[in-house]
Nanobody
Framework: QVQLVESGGGAVQAGGSLRLSCVAS????????MAWFRRVPGKEREAVAA???????RYADSVKGRFTISQNAAKNTVYLQMNSLNPNDTATYYC?????????????????????WGKGTLVTISS
């Protein structure tokens, strides 16, 4: 079992930045890929960024050049640095962990079948 806890969400104005954190605990020694997703009520969940155990990184087209995913293995933490935020980025952001998955698969259409999920952190961007 893996427990994921997200933090760092909040309300900022357009053009601002936020850094989300996801701390993993429990059975973290296995080969997990980590990813950030977001969901807006009434819309499908969207994979935002993913990083796998081979350090491959993928981003959704909507966030390329603005968001950066990184990890601190020693702290079992994955980060999502979000810059140049706009109102379309408003969503609840979730951290997911998948055993043995790849960043490319997770961010592809139909991907995102993760084994563990956090409870999410709300990001609100005002214009």
């Amino acid at each position: 079992q893996v427990q994921l806890v997200e933090s760092g969400g909040g309300a900022v104005q357009a053009g601002g930045s936020l850094r989300l954190s996801c701390v993993a605990s429990g059975d973290t020694h296995n080969n997990y890929c980590m990813a950030w997703f977001r969901r807006v009520p009434g819309k499908e969940r969207e994979a935002v960024a993913a990083i796998d155990n081979d350090a491959n990184i993928r981003y959704a087209d909507s966030v390329k050049g603005r968001f950066t995913i990184s990890q601190n293995a020693a702290k079992n933490t994955v980060y999502l640095q979000m810059n140049s935020l706009n109102p379309n980025d408003t969503a609840t952001y979730y951290c997911g962990a998948g055993l043995g998955c790849s960043a490319e698969v997770v961010t592809a259409p139909g991907g995102g079948d993760m084994d563990y999920w956090g409870k999410g952190t709300l990001v609100t961007i005002s214009s």
